[in-house]
């Protein structure tokens, strides 16, 4: 089945503690996204990666890194969480290509930074 | 730089009335439109998009939405609901372009009750 999978699913941590969530697809799509959902504000871009070793920042990237050593994986970096970056968190894919702008999402991934 | 408004944070409405979820965006380029939605705890998945051609576009499970080109909108509308339309509801736009980025509104709550 084709899919974009994220673990984990739901984590609560403390400030200050590194975490990794990690999101893979199955559909060699070039294109990865992760994206952060806050009430009110809908869907806001952290990083996207337009294909391997090819990382750019979207519009939230504060505090958060990325790295895409693979095609498949695009793992979201907390290295240092604050109390601001409880949220719930999707990854996406998609191919390149024109006309190619649908997404496929995770189920995200709650995250509660105490 | 393209931006979306969903004019309805919520909206509640009864089972079997029809519904419209107000969406308008701006951008100063031709754009790629889409509805996305949340089923409770669960990732983003494709409603309908409108890429060009015919401005009424249908979706899945018997949505619809026209687009609007001089009044800059991106209704979504149907004509009789049931209770598992209970979602939420996100309007995007993307520019053109192959690497465009997909720019998400606020999100509309439809609440349907019994």
């Known amino acids: 089945e084709a899919q974009v999978t994220q673990n984990p699913r739901y984590l609560i941590t403390v400030t200050g503690k590194k975490l990794t969530v990690t999101c893979s697809q199955n559909?060699?799509?070039?294109?990865m996204s992760w994206y952060r959902q806050d009430p009110g504000l809908g869907l806001r871009q952290i990083y996207y990666?337009?294909?391997?070793?090819?990382?750019d920042k979207g519009d939230v990237p504060e505090g958060y890194k990325v790295s895409r050593k693979e095609k498949r994986n695009f793992p979201l970096i907390l290295e240092s969480p604050s109390p601001n970056q409880t949220s719930l968190y999707f990854c996406?894919?998609?191919?390149?290509?024109?006309?190619?702008?649908?997404?496929?999402f995770g189920a995200g991934s709650r995250l509660t930074v105490l | 730089a393209q931006s979306v408004t969903q004019l309805d944070s919520q909206v509640p409405v009864f089972e079997e009335a029809p519904v419209e979820l107000r969406c308008n965006y701006s951008?100063?380029?031709?754009?790629?439109l889409f509805w996305y939605v949340q089923y409770p705890n669960q990732g983003l998945q494709l409603l309908l998009k409108?890429?060009?051609?015919?401005?009424l576009v249908k979706g899945i499970n018997g949505f619809e939405a026209e687009f609007n080109k001089s009044q800059t909108s991106f209704h979504l509308r149907k004509p009789s609901v049931h209770i598992s339309d209970t979602a939420e509801y996100f309007c995007?736009?993307?520019?053109?372009?192959?690497?465009?980025?997909?720019?998400f509104g606020q999100g509309t709550e439809l609440s349907v009750k019994p």
């Open positions: 996406a894919s998609r191919p390149q290509g024109f006309g190619a702008n649908v997404l496929t």
């Open positions: 559909m060699n799509h070039e294109y």
């Open positions: 990666s337009m294909n391997v070793e090819v990382t």
């Open positions: 951008s100063s380029v031709s754009v790629y």
């Open positions: 409108y890429l060009s051609g015919s401005t």
């Open positions: 995007a736009v993307s520019d053109q372009g192959q690497g465009g980025k997909l720019i």
